[in-house]
């Protein structure tokens, strides 16, 4: 595995290459020497021929000049760096239903690493013991009565499985409205400004309540071992590990909080519909090794760059591929699908009934493109007077390039 550091680069220098280009060009090789899962083949695939002619799709004509050109479908794989804008769009305008006249807190719970060998070969078990530890944590503070609330919160959580460089960093991202709904549903308990609860206690408590969902998961024969974790097997191996990690100070951490809804959008937008890398980090391609950029937390977010061998490369981004079925963004307490119907328009009415929120919008995709890049995607791109209509379907593998 090589591996290479380099000097700082601003954004700037880079070129545009695509995660898809190294898929085309390394993806077979590394299938033949590595073992790769039916899910991680199928992703692969997937971004290879995104917004291809083996996708199908349909030949545009312009009104004016006449020109055509082909539009091809994308994949829509949630691993997709092409396919998330639409996807993450929608979703945030189905999330303005949901919004609070209140402030918001940002909660991060991370995993420790010792534990990621176990949890790459167990992702679903796992991940679904972290949704589950940090929910009952959580609710268990709110319902202290030492933290002034003693109601039931709502939040959203959205999984991320990696770090800037690629390597698996499981943590979990907590939307939560700075307040909690009355257990007999008649009041809204408001938190303080800028504090909701004590983030070293916290932290203690999803520790425990992690490790005794695993260890119940251990005991209920629910993980698989493989030849890295074969020693795992062992109960008294394993004990030891749970004993380590209760000894160790787990991460818990508040980030600023949201002054209100609109900003909580705005946050949203950054983070729900991640993937593990975007195009524009992707340098560029030189003789079987990726360069890409990078933050470096430790230098206060300095942007530089970092060479890998595709191989590698590719290691790193299957590592954070997610189980079929997996939902990474999960809703809770009164925020849960069971409740938020019922629930929301109370709170709004509890908190403040003449507030002005957010609203859902009407729009094409187009007219969403347009607010959002500033770029008129149905414009001719040769008269740039007229506009491209779709005139007839493209089949799946249809090369015709009219």
Sequence with gaps: ???????????????????????????????????????????????????????????????QCAFEQNAYNSCRDRHCPKCQTMTKEQWLNDRKAELLPCGYFHLVFTLPHDLN???????????????????????????????????????????????????????????????ALS??????????????????SLANEFRNRYLKLLLNAYLKDALIFTQKTAALKSRQTFQQLMNSLSKTRWIAYAKRPFAGPQQVLEYLGRY????????????????GQITITYRDRQRNNEIKKMTLDADEFIRRFLLHVLPKGFFKIRYFGFLAHTNKKEQIPLIRKLIDPDAILPEKI?????????????IDISCCPKCKKGKMIPIR??????????
């Excluded at 033949?32 to 996708?55: F, N, P």
């Excluded at 992702?123 to 530890?133: E, M, P, Q, V």
């Excluded at 009407?362 to 500033?374: A, N």
């Design 1 to 63: 595995m090589k591996k290479i550091h380099n000097d700082s680069v601003a954004p700037e220098d880079k070129k545009q290459v695509e995660l898809a280009d190294i898929f085309r060009r390394y993806a077979d090789d590394y299938r033949r020497s590595h073992t790769v899962s039916y899910e991680q083949l199928k992703v692969m695939h997937h971004i290879q021929i995104c917004r291809t002619a083996a996708l199908g799709g349909h030949l545009e004509q312009c009104d």
């Design 117 to 179: 060998p176990i949890i790459l070969s167990n992702k679903k078990t796992t991940l679904n013991i972290l949704f589950a530890a940090v929910n009952q944590t959580l609710q268990a503070f709110a319902k202290d009565p030492q933290w002034r609330l003693e109601g039931r919160l709502g939040f959203i959580s959205v999984l991320h499985t990696w770090s800037q460089t690629l390597i698996d960093h499981f943590h979990l991202h907590c939307l939560i409205p700075a307040g």
């Design 183 to 200: 257990l007999a549903k008649d009041k809204w308990i408001p938190a303080k400004d800028n504090f909701l609860f004590k983030i070293t």
């Design 272 to 287: 729900t519909h991640r993937v593990a890398i975007s195009n524009n980090r992707i340098i560029c391609i030189d003789n």
């Design 362 to 374: 009407k729009e094409s995709i187009s007219e969403m493109m347009l607010r959002l890049t500033g």
């Design 393 to 402: 379907k493209l089949p799946k593998n249809d090369l015709n390039s009219s």
